[in-house]
C-alpha cells in the first residue's frame, strides 16, 4: 500500500465516523423526544400569531399494529427555526376511529425538540390490524388537519385488497403538484414514495415555474442543517402536498436529489467528500419524513415491510402508477378540471391499474433507510 492509499483510506474512515457519528446522535435525540411531558410543563406562546402547524401532518411506516404520526411546528416557513423558541415544545396527539374525534382511543403528550427543528415522530403501538384511524395534534390552543392513517393487513391473511399509489420526482420550482392533488381524491390504503421528495438546488426569486415570490434565504443552494429546513419546509408547504400526506398513510425512502445528483456514499462528482453536506441532508430528510426513530447502519438497519406481509400474489394487489413530474401552468394559470370532467387537464396524472406491486414491494424492503 502506498502513501496515497493510506492517506485515502484514512480520509475514508474520517467521513464514515462523521456520518455515522451524526446518525447516532439524531437517534439520541429522536428517543429524547419520547420521554415524558411533566405536567407543569408550560407550552410558551409563539411569536407573531403563527399557525404552528403550518407544514401539516403525515403518518407512514404502518405495520399491522402500529404506525408513526408525524408534524412539525412550524409558524414561519421562511425562518430556519420556523418561529418557535429555541427550548423544547410539549405537543399533544390524539386517535380516534372517527374523524369527529367522538371516542379517542389513545391519546399522549410528546416532546418537540429544538434540536429536530422542532419535529415530532409519534410511533403508537397496539392498533388494531388493517383499521382506519384518523388523529391530529394540538400545540396551546391551535389544533392541526385531521389526519387519516391505516394499519397494515394481519400476517397470514391470504386474499384481499391492496390500493396504493407510487410516488417521486417532485421539485418545487419545477411547477405545481396536480397528481398529489389528484391522488388525494382516490380511496388508498397506501402510499410510496421512491424518492426525490425535495431537489438541492437554490430556488428563484419567482419560484420558477409557478411564478411565486420566494425570499432570498432561498435562493443559495442547501449546504447545512438550517437551509435544508427552509428548504422543507417550502416544499411542505405545498397543499396538495398536505392533502396526499393527510389522505393516506407514507413509506419513503431517499433517492440522490435530497443530497446531490448522483453522490456516491460520502463523494460528489463535483467537489469531492460531502459527509458535512450529507448528514445535515440525512437529518433534515428524517425530521420531514413519517419514519420511526433512525436505526445505526448495518444488518439490523430498520426494514419497513408495509403491506408486504400476509399477501399471497400479486393478483389481490391494485397499483396506480402517478408521474409526480411537476406540471408546468400555462400562462401563469394552475389547471384545474372542468365542470364534470373525469380527469384534470394536466398529463401528469395517468391511473395505471395494475398487478405489479410486488416488484415494488420487494424493492422497497432491499433499500431500506
Known amino acids: 500500500m502506498t502513501p496515497g492509499d493510506v492517506t485515502q483510506a484514512t480520509l475514508n474512515d474520517v467521513s464514515r465516523r462523521r456520518v455515522l457519528g451524526g446518525v447516532a446522535g439524531v437517534a439520541g435525540l429522536a428517543a429524547m423526544a419520547q420521554y415524558p411531558v411533566g405536567p407543569a410543563e408550560a407550552a410558551p406562546r409563539l411569536r407573531g400569531s403563527g399557525y404552528p402547524f403550518a407544514l401539516g401532518v403525515a403518518s407512514g411506516d404502518p405495520t399491522e399494529d402500529s404506525v408513526v404520526l408525524w408534524t412539525r411546528l412550524n409558524a414561519d416557513i421562511t425562518a430556519a ?31 418537540a425538540l429544538p434540536q429536530l427543528g422542532h419535529a415530532v415522530h409519534v410511533d403508537v403501538r397496539g392498533l388494531e390490524p388493517d383499521a382506519e384511524y384518523y388523529y391530529r395534534f394540538r400545540y396551546r390552543d391551535d389544533a392541526s388537519t385531521v389526519g387519516r392513517t391505516r394499519t397494515a393487513p394481519p400476517v397470514g391473511r391470504t386474499g384481499g385488497r391492496l390500493d396504493f399509489a407510487f410516488a417521486s420526482c417532485q421539485s418545487w420550482g419545477s411547477g405545481y403538484y396536480s397528481a398529489l392533488g389528484r391522488m388525494a381524491e382516490e380511496d388508498l390504503d397506501l402510499v410510496l414514495h421512491l424518492g426525490d421528495y425535495v431537489y438541492e438546488g437554490g430556488i428563484p426569486a419567482d419560484g420558477g415555474f409557478r411564478k411565486t415570490p420566494v425570499p432570498s434565504a432561498f435562493r443559495e443552494a442547501p449546504r447545512d442543517l438550517d437551509r435544508w429546513r427552509l428548504q422543507y419546509a417550502l416544499y411542505k408547504s405545498d397543499p396538495d402536498l398536505q392533502r396526499a400526506h393527510a389522505r393516506f398513510p407514507w413509506v419513503v425512502t431517499w433517492d440522490d436529489h435530497e443530497v446531490q445528483n448522483d453522490y456516491a456514499n460520502t463523494e460528489s462528482q463535483y467537489e469531492g467528500d460531502i459527509s458535512a453536506l450529507r448528514t445535515a441532508a440525512y437529518q433534515a430528510w428524517y425530521e420531514h419524513q413519517p419514519v420511526r426513530q433512525p436505526a445505526r447502519p448495518g444488518p439490523t438497519a430498520r426494514r419497513s415491510t408495509a403491506g408486504c406481509t400476509g399477501v399471497s400474489s400479486p393478483s389481490s394487489m391494485s397499483s396506480t402508477a402517478v408521474s409526480t413530474a411537476p406540471c408546468r401552468p400555462a400562462a401563469g394559470a394552475r389547471p384545474t378540471p372542468a365542470p364534470g370532467a373525469t380527469t384534470p387537464p394536466s398529463p401528469c396524472w395517468g391511473p395505471n391499474r395494475r398487478s405489479g406491486w410486488t416488484t415494488a414491494c420487494a424493492s422497497r424492503v432491499r433499500s431500506g433507510i
Do not use: I, N
Open 81 to 111: 427555526d420556523g418561529g418557535m423558541p429555541r427550548r423544547r415544545l410539549p405537543v399533544v396527539w390524539e386517535m380516534s376511529r372517527e374523524s369527529g374525534f367522538g371516542r379517542v382511543v389513545r391519546r399522549g403528550f410528546v416532546w
